[in-house]
C-alpha cells in the first residue's frame, strides 16, 4: 500500500504546537501547576490555609478597638454603696439596655465592614474560605471587645466597693446582658446574644455581594478571551469582489 499523500489545501501543524490558552490567561497552562486561588481540585492548598488563618487573627485584633469604642459609648451604671453592697441608685436603670445597645449597633456595622473589606480588597481570593475567616474572625473580635469593654473601670468599681463609705454614689462599669457565653457540657464554651451580631452582619453582607456579582466565580474575569496563541499571524483577509462594471478576466 502506498503511504498518503498530504493534501496540499490542508495547513500542517507541528505535532508540539501549543495548546490553546485556558480563558484569561496569557498562554498554556501546566497541568501541574496549582491555581492562582490557592485551591486545587476543591481541596485548600497550606498557603490558603495560612491565608485565613492570618485574616481570623486580624480581624480578631480588631476587637481591640472595637471594645475601647464601646467602653467609651456605653454609659456606666449608677449605683449605691450599702452594707450589703452595691445596689442600683434607680428602681429600673435604662443604662444597662443602652449598653446592650451600643455593643449590638457597633457588632452590626463592624462586620458590614469587615464583609466590605473582604469583598473588595481580597477580591482575588473571593470564596467560601474568605466567608469562614470573615465569620470566625468577627465572632472573635466580638470576645475581645466585650471582654475588654466590661474591664475598663472594673478594678476602680472592685476598690470603691470596698473602700467606699456607706450611701456613697458611683458607676458599674457597663456589661452585656443579652450576651455572653454559656459552657456546653462543662467544657465547650459557646456564646450567644449579641455577641453573634459581628458575625451574622459578615454573613448576610458578603453573600449578598456574592449573589449581586456578575461574575461566575467572585473574582473579576476579562470581558474578553482570545483564543490565539501568542505569535500566531492572522489569516489574510478574502480578496474583494470585482466591482459590477468591471471587465471580465478573458476565459481560455
Do not use: C
Not at 1 to 28: L, Q
Not at 33 to 62: E, F, K, M, N, Y
Not at 65 to 85: D, F, R
Amino acid at each position: 500500500m502506498s503511504p498518503a499523500v498530504p493534501d496540499p489545501d490542508r495547513p500542517v501543524v507541528p505535532a508540539d504546537a501549543a495548546s490553546p490558552p485556558h480563558p484569561g490567561t496569557d498562554g498554556p497552562q501546566d497541568a501541574d501547576a496549582p491555581p492562582a486561588d490557592g485551591v486545587a481540585a476543591g481541596v485548600p492548598t497550606r498557603r490558603a490555609l495560612g491565608r485565613t488563618a492570618g485574616t481570623v487573627g486580624l480581624l480578631t485584633l480588631l476587637g481591640v478597638p472595637l471594645g475601647l469604642l464601646w467602653a467609651g459609648l456605653a454609659p456606666g451604671i449608677p449605683v449605691i454603696k450599702t452594707a450589703e453592697g452595691a445596689v442600683y441608685a434607680e428602681a429600673q436603670p435604662e443604662q444597662p439596655i443602652a449598653a446592650d445597645g451600643w455593643f449590638s449597633l457597633l457588632g452590626l456595622g463592624f462586620g458590614v465592614l469587615v464583609a466590605l473589606g473582604l469583598w473588595f480588597l481580597l477580591r482575588r481570593n473571593r470564596g467560601p474560605l474568605e466567608l469562614f475567616a470573615g465569620v470566625l474572625g468577627s465572632l472573635g473580635a466580638a470576645v475581645v471587645a466585650w471582654q475588654l469593654g466590661r474591664r475598663i473601670g472594673l478594678e476602680e468599681f472592685q476598690r470603691l466597693l470596698v473602700e467606699a463609705p456607706t450611701g456613697r454614689h458611683f458607676d458599674k462599669p457597663a456589661d452585656l446582658r443579652a450576651g455572653g457565653i454559656d459552657q456546653v457540657l462543662g467544657v465547650l464554651p459557646v456564646p450567644y446574644g449579641n455577641l453573634l451580631l459581628p458575625a451574622f452582619a459578615v454573613a448576610v453582607t458578603y453573600t449578598l455581594l456574592a449573589g449581586w456579582s456578575r461574575w461566575p466565580s467572585l473574582r473579576p474575569e476579562p470581558d474578553q478571551v482570545s483564543w490565539v496563541p501568542a505569535g500566531t499571524t492572522a489569516p489574510a483577509t478574502a480578496p474583494e469582489p470585482p466591482a459590477p462594471d468591471a471587465a471580465e478576466p478573458p476565459r481560455g
